[in-house]
């Protein structure tokens, strides 16, 4: 760069413009033989910001400097993140880019700063060393960081220390704004509804109006918000109010994801204090993972909440603000609710949180879910917004005892099979000729490769050849030779590792699953999708002699995640196709209650046609004369169909279905 390019580059204070320097680059930028340079340029702006012109503004900086770096023959990818904090680890746009690095799409990572790729240390550098592992040069303007020098992981860690401490800065910041306001009485917060807020400088025709702001009631309001009130007060459910709100068209938050009220706005309404003049706020504070940097919410210690008397906001007296929130209490049906850490749930990701989440599907494909919140059931989804026609259910506590208890059958089923089941494993290995073949063939490649790792380290001291070239290959023939040899000492340790396993520990991790099944504790989720890798299917089934619909489960067992590890990692693939008390189970469970004349129609049946009476038939098995009865005509009918149990299994809409409120013809049959 010349002397005069440097200067017109430089502050022209005579004319009041300012050009800004551009980071000088110790190695030039270059594209690779062949082909374009192929550069990304990130940008991103936090949601405190809500600048939408930050993004042009970045990207138009970004190529200020390729132009005067005289970059110029290259193909750029724009890739950006808006309203997205730098402390989340995951991010759409930033996930874009570290996939381009993996794919190699990119030569060049172009950004204004290290912030705005993280504003966590740690993911920051995770990011900046993949690219360079994968040979992506990465520039980061501001903070004169450049993966071309050495130095960059130090320029790096003293830009993020600086980048990082900002946002804490930042929060503290806005809370002492936020306390004075609360102080002096501001609004502080979204806009509730049933009040107004005015500004104290008015807008004019060429400012916007400017804080701080204050609320007022809103007269169009306050009516309504006092009706319904006095609706929950008086025994109405919040789903009626709720329509209500809706249909009458009270305003919500402005921060509103839909604008019809449902019940749980409603409660959020009723528990409002604000409604009866006392304000609070900082009930519930934000809390960031370091790792993932994902914020969520937590509720504040009590001393740490802030409270202020706020009369003139009040809308409804005390005696009805109370009897509301009584009447919502009272429908509470968990007096002793625990939060938090306290919770059972906690910390359990919410598609685990069932035994059967993910794990159970409908003849149409779509998830069979939990439903209800007191006894409750599991129903197809797709039933519940009339896209399939399988409308049967499940009482959930007795599928879940009907499952665990034919899962565990199965499983203590092959406590008597164990010592000859290892014992059969291990004559079957130490006999197995496939793998002794197989031991022959990997050791006669193993001593093919060492003679072509020594041949080439002859070619390399002779200089018989390019030396990168074979440096090259002598490194692909160690690898292979590497590998080789780890397959020789599996197979070899096959059998050490069988005669090995003890069946008491094989016989005591049976019954330790077989006890988490039963119990149906937290993560039996987890273990029921080893035992069963492709699902249940709840498959409709209807009795013969009514228009009962009921459900079974039926799926395939695999045992084979019982062994333990170590013969797991030596055995490799084999284990699906592992024989013996092992091998893969198909399993039928009925998931719903057999009135009790039904086990025994076939046998009332047949005693009807020995001549038998009714109460002889009653008698013999066990059953009143009018259950004797029913069984006789469920056994003939099952008879005249020439079926063994008295259902048949469903693969279409059924022509009547008993307890199906609408018509089942009108929906299609299953996909």
């Not at 760069?1 to 580059?9: A, H, T, Y």
């Not at 996930?95 to 966590?120: H, K, M, P, Q, T």
């Not at 402005?254 to 409002?272: D, F, G, P, Q, Y």
């Not at 130490?430 to 050791?443: F, H, N, Y």
Request: net charge neutral.
């Amino acid at each position: 760069m010349s002397l005069r390019e440097l200067l017109n580059r430089v502050v022209c204070c005579a004319v009041g413009q300012v050009a800004v320097l551009s980071m000088l680059l110790r190695y030039p930028i270059e594209a690779p033989k062949g082909r374009r340079l192929r550069i990304c340029i990130y940008a991103r702006y936090s949601t405190e910001e809500q600048r939408a012109t930050s993004i042009d503004d970045q990207v138009a900086f970004c190529r200020r400097a390729l132009n005067d770096w005289e970059v110029n023959n290259a193909d750029i990818e724009v890739i950006s993140d808006p309203e997205t904090s730098g402390e989340l680890r995951d991010r759409p746009g930033i996930s874009e880019v570290r996939r381009g690095v993996e794919a190699g799409r990119y030569d060049l990572i172009l950004c204004e700063d290290s912030s705005r790729l993280f504003r966590n240390e740690s993911a920051c550098f995770e990011f900046v060393e993949i690219a360079v592992d994968e040979d992506v040069r990465v520039i980061c303007l501001n903070d004169n960081v450049d993966t071309a020098e050495e130095d960059w992981d130090e320029r790096l860690h003293n830009a993020q220390r600086v980048h990082s401490r900002d946002n804490y800065y930042t929060r503290l910041r806005i809370a002492r704004t936020h306390r004075r306001l609360w102080e002096t009485g501001a609004a502080v917060g979204p806009l509730r509804p049933g009040h107004r807020r005015r500004a104290t400088t008015p807008a004019t025709a060429r400012e916007p109006e400017k804080g701080p702001f204050f609320d007022k009631l809103d007269p169009d309001w306050t009516p309504t918000i006092y009706t319904a009130f006095e609706r929950i007060a008086s025994g109405e459910l919040p789903d009626s109010v709720a329509a209500w709100l809706s249909e009458v068209g009270l305003p919500k938050v402005r921060n509103k994801l839909h604008a019809e009220w449902t019940a749980a706005n409603v409660i959020s309404l009723i528990r409002r204090a604000i409604y009866r003049g006392h304000d609070t706020h900082r009930e519930t504070i934000v809390k960031r993972r370091r790792r993932t940097g994902v914020a969520r919410q937590v509720r504040n210690d009590l001393g740490e909440v802030w409270t202020r008397s706020m009369e003139h906001l009040r809308i409804v007296p005390d005696w009805l603000w109370y009897r509301a929130n009584d009447a919502i209490d009272a429908r509470v049906t968990c007096k002793t609710r625990t939060r938090e850490d306290a919770h059972p749930l906690y910390a359990i990701p919410r598609d685990s949180r069932f035994p059967l989440s993910n794990l159970m599907f409908c003849v149409c494909g779509e998830k069979v879910w939990s439903a209800g919140r007191n006894e409750g059931g599991y129903r197809c989804r797709a039933a519940c917004r009339g896209d399939c026609w399988n409308k049967a259910t499940a009482k959930r506590n007795l599928t879940h005892e009907r499952l665990g208890s034919a899962i565990a059958r199965e499983l203590l089923g092959t406590v008597g099979h164990l010592d000859a089941f290892v014992a059969h494993l291990g004559e079957r290995l130490a006999s197995d000729v496939d793998r002794d073949q197989e031991l022959r063939r990997r050791r006669t490649t193993e001593r093919t490769l060492v003679s072509a790792i020594d041949r080439l380290g002859v070619a390399i001291e002779l200089g018989n050849g390019e030396v990168e070239t074979l440096l090259n290959r002598l490194t692909q023939r160690e690898d292979e030779l590497a590998r080789e040899r780890a397959e020789i000492e599996r197979l070899e340790n096959q059998c050490q590792t069988v005669r090995a396993i003890d069946p008491q520990q094989l016989r005591s991790r049976v019954e330790e699953l077989t006890g988490r099944l039963l119990e149906l504790g937290k993560g039996v989720n987890v273990l029921l999708r080893r035992l069963i890798p492709e699902g249940i299917t709840a498959m409709p089934y209807q009795r013969i002699d009514c228009g009962l619909v009921v459900l079974r489960a039926e799926f395939e067992l695999s045992l084979a995640p019982l062994l333990p590890e170590q013969l797991a990692l030596v055995m490799a693939g084999e284990l699906t196709e592992v024989d013996g008390p092992l091998a893969r189970r198909r399993i039928v469970a009925d998931l719903f209650e057999e009135p009790p004349f039904v086990a025994h129609a076939a046998e009332a049946w047949k005693l009807k046609q020995e001549g038998r009476t009714l109460d002889q038939i009653g008698s013999q098995l066990g059953i009143a004369k009018r259950q004797a009865h029913l069984a006789s005509q469920l056994g003939r009918a099952m008879a005249e169909a020439g079926l063994d149990e008295p259902y048949i299994r469903l693969t279409q809409t059924p022509e009547h279905a008993s307890r199906w409120r609408s018509s089942t013809s009108s929906s299609g049959d299953a996909a």
